[in-house]
Nanobody
Framework: QAHLVESGGGLVPGGGSLRLTCKAP???????????LNWYRQTPGNQRELVAS???????NYADSVKGRFTISRDNSRKTVYLQMNSLKPDDTGVYYC?????????WGQGTQVTVSS
C-alpha cells in the first residue's frame, strides 16, 4: 500500500477549477497530525516545485504563482490533504504530487495529472 495516494486531476479549460485529494492510508493518525504536508507539481523538463504547504498548526504557504487562486487544507480525522485550485491557467499544467517528510525521508504519492487547456 502506498504511503500517499493522490486523486482529482483531470483536463479542465482555462479559468476552471479542480480539487486534488491526497490520502495517507499507512500513517497512524497521531503521526499524521504532526506532519507538514506539501503539494508539489512537475512539468516536463523542470524540477518539482513546491506549490503549497500546510503545517500541523494549519499555517499555510503558497508559491507566488498560485497565491489567491489555490487553497490548501487538511482533515486530520481522514488523514487527507486537499488542494483547491481555482482560476486555473495553462501554466498550471503538470503532475501534482503530495509529500511529507519523516525522519529525513521524503515520501511521495504517484502523482495526479492536471491539464489546463487554453
Amino acid at each position: 500500500q502506498a504511503h500517499l495516494v493522490e486523486s482529482g486531476g483531470g483536463l479542465v479549460p482555462g479559468g476552471g477549477s479542480l480539487r486534488l485529494t491526497c490520502k495517507a492510508p499507512r500513517m497512524i493518525t497521531s503521526e499524521y497530525n504532526t506532519k507538514t504536508l506539501n503539494w508539489y507539481r512537475q512539468t516536463p523538463g523542470n524540477q518539482r516545485e513546491l506549490v503549497a504547504s500546510i503545517t500541523s498548526g494549519r499555517s499555510v504557504n503558497y508559491a507566488d504563482s498560485v497565491k489567491g487562486r489555490f487553497t490548501i487544507s487538511r482533515d486530520n480525522s481522514r488523514k487527507t490533504v486537499y488542494l483547491q485550485m481555482n482560476s486555473l491557467k495553462p501554466d498550471d499544467t503538470g503532475v501534482y504530487y503530495c509529500n511529507y517528510n519523516a525522519y529525513g525521508t521524503d515520501y511521495w504519492g504517484q502523482g495526479t495529472q492536471v491539464t489546463v487547456s487554453s
